[in-house]
């Protein structure tokens, strides 16, 4: 087939665009009685619920004023966001790291994986992060040598892990095994023909997986993560069962003797919880929006200008 | 044919008697081929007779079970040594594939790169091209498969013809001895496949050794030095196109044209 055969065949009217422009459409819009009554109705509870929470005393908004910026309390909100990237730090290492394994053709390698997420997806985080803090009293100290033979350096684990690495160890342990069938997911779903395209083009499996699976992974992998980011920042609420109390639930809680309520500590500390986690979704955004590149037909509104303009200088205005 | 009568040359692909098992299924049963420098071979045959197979033992996407396969002189995926064949490491696998560019049926193009990223993405990693250099070549190439307006497109913005024509300017960027065409324009609109076989059919005027797995029998006879058929994993007939598709001497042959022409 040589390209005269692409010959192409209009018919004569259609030859030329018409210039003169169409009446576009300016239709009366359909109403929506229904959805407007549901509305006020909705916004007429609110605004009594509103009014109700700024005049019940219980909620003591004086002291809610008083101890919002308080130097304790943000200093707790810090030690959370610490917690909480530490602790996903480590999981997104571990997490990609399992994932390999379970996807390895090693049988090994597949059933450790694999027990390590029966185990750590099994059991509540709250009963484990209790378990890690009861590590000094299950194992002593940690040699390091040949098993049996001799030992280089003995660890004791009573002080060597302080509470605050026992609470991110055990965060970060138990969410490695959610963030490794993350990625999971997300290796599994870029196509075969991807990795052959790579290969045949003489790349090594490293290569392959940095350049061209991972980033497509990417997007499959950002938005669950994001979720599990916003999930660790409150999971970090529970570390107060290693015991470990300065981050920001259980510093607001202690305060709560000071004040002898403990309504407005909580409503403090679900406003740093908020605050935080309304960044991350911001963050979050962002972020699906770069990973996104490609993936659509869709043209950007630039790109769409871009093409109107061509459009225009040619002086056709019925191309495609 | 010229090239194929001249033995002096070492042949580009020397396939010996290769066969393909997965499992208990073979797929090939011993396939002799060779292909001169310069030479385009077409494989036809019906679906399931083994030609794609063949194709990918040829850039060791495939294992070869049996028999020996060499590109351009080099024994492909084994190394032998005293007599034994060892396993070829992944390195230098890699190493085998950089010189035999292949085209796939779903291009296979990588849709999170824009299509200048697509081409000078395997030279920068593979060969270590500094990037401008691997971009002024991108753009020659890009110029060459009529796509010179397209570099910051995105492969889902393009159609399936254009995508196949980035897709070829991909595997030239790593100036390649052997060209593998696997269906090229099977999963592309009728009025594409035009375009695809024009740059094809340049790339072969221009010299190229390639080795095109197809059911387009005009660019066989146009294009091709050698027209192979294949059915069930083994070579039916083989000889210049427009004598085996004109006067076919085997049965099975006969058989498959008269459906497919």
């Known amino acids: 087939m040589s390209s005269t055969d692409l010959s192409r065949h209009t018919p004569d009217t259609a030859a030329e665009p018409r210039r003169d422009s169409p009446d576009y459409i300016k239709a009366v819009p359909l109403r929506h009685p229904g959805e407007w009554a549901s509305a006020v109705v909705i916004v007429a509870l609110l605004v009594l619920f509103l009014i109700g929470a700024a005049t019940n005393s219980a909620y003591d908004w004086h002291t809610y004023g008083q101890y919002l910026f308080d130097k304790r309390v943000s200093q707790a909100a810090m030690i959370t966001l610490l917690l909480t990237a530490l602790a996903m730090i480590f999981a997104v290492i571990l997490g990609v790291l399992l994932a390999v394994m379970r996807l390895s053709r090693n049988r090994v390698l597949k059933s450790v994986s694999w027990a390590f997420l029966w185990f750590f997806r099994g059991t509540p985080v709250y009963v484990q992060l209790v378990f890690w803090g009861l590590l000094a009293v299950i194992y002593k100290q940690v040699d390091l040598g040949i098993p049996y033979y001799h030992q280089y350096a003995h660890i004791q684990t009573g002080t060597f892990f302080s509470a605050f690495w026992l609470a991110v160890i055990g965060l970060s342990l138990n969410e490695a095994a959610y963030m490794a069938e993350i990625v999971r997911a997300g290796i599994s779903s870029v196509n075969e023909g991807q990795y052959e395209a790579a290969k045949a083009l003489g790349m090594s499996w490293g290569q392959t997986m940095r350049q061209i699976v991972m980033p497509q992974a990417m997007r499959v992998i950002i938005p669950p993560t994001g979720n599990e980011l916003i999930s660790m920042l409150k999971t970090t609420s529970l570390v107060t069962a290693v015991p470990y109390s300065f981050e920001l639930y259980s510093r607001t809680r202690d305060l709560s003797s000071e004040t002898f309520n403990p309504i407005p500590m909580l409503l403090i500390a679900c406003t740093w919880y908020l605050f935080f986690t309304s960044v991350l979704m911001v963050g979050q955004y962002y972020l699906e929006r770069h990973f996104a590149r490609g993936a659509s037909r869709t043209l950007s509104a630039r790109q769409l200008r871009t093409l109107a303009d061509a459009q225009l200088e040619s002086g056709s205005g019925g191309a495609r | ?261």
Request: net charge neutral; with cysteine; glycine share 8%.
């Open chain 2, 1 to 261: 044919m010229s090239a194929a009568t001249n033995t002096a040359t070492e042949p580009v692909v020397r396939a010996v008697n290769v066969h393909k098992r997965f499992g208990a299924l073979t797929v090939l049963r011993g396939i002799d081929l060779t292909v001169q420098p310069g030479q385009v071979t077409c494989l036809v045959g019906p679906s399931g007779s083994g030609k794609t197979t063949f194709l990918r033992c040829i850039n060791h996407l495939e294992q070869v079970s049996a028999g020996r396969l060499y590109v351009d002189g080099t024994l492909v995926g084994y190394a032998e040594r005293n007599g034994k064949l060892h396993e070829l490491h992944p390195r230098d696998a890699a190493k085998q594939r950089r010189h035999i560019g292949m085209v796939f049926q779903h291009f296979n193009l990588f849709p999170h790169m824009t299509v200048l990223g697509n081409i000078v993405r395997a030279p920068m990693t593979v060969k270590k091209m500094p990037k401008d250099e691997a971009i002024e070549k991108a753009r020659v190439l890009l110029r060459q498969v009529g796509l010179a307006d397209k570099e910051t497109a995105y492969p889902a913005q393009l159609s399936g013809g254009q995508q196949q024509r980035i897709a070829i300017a991909r595997a030239l960027a790593m100036d390649p001895k052997l060209m593998l065409f696997d269906e090229p324009t099977s999963a592309l609109d009728p009025e594409l496949v035009g375009e695809v076989l024009d740059v094809m059919r340049e790339l072969a005027q221009g010299g190229m050794t390639m080795v095109v797995v197809t059911h387009e029998m005009g660019f066989a006879r146009e294009v091709g030095d050698e027209l192979v058929f294949m059915d069930e994993g083994v070579v039916v007939e083989s000889g210049d196109p427009r004598e085996v598709l004109a006067n076919p001497q085997q049965q099975r042959t006969k058989a498959f044209l008269s459906k497919v022409l």
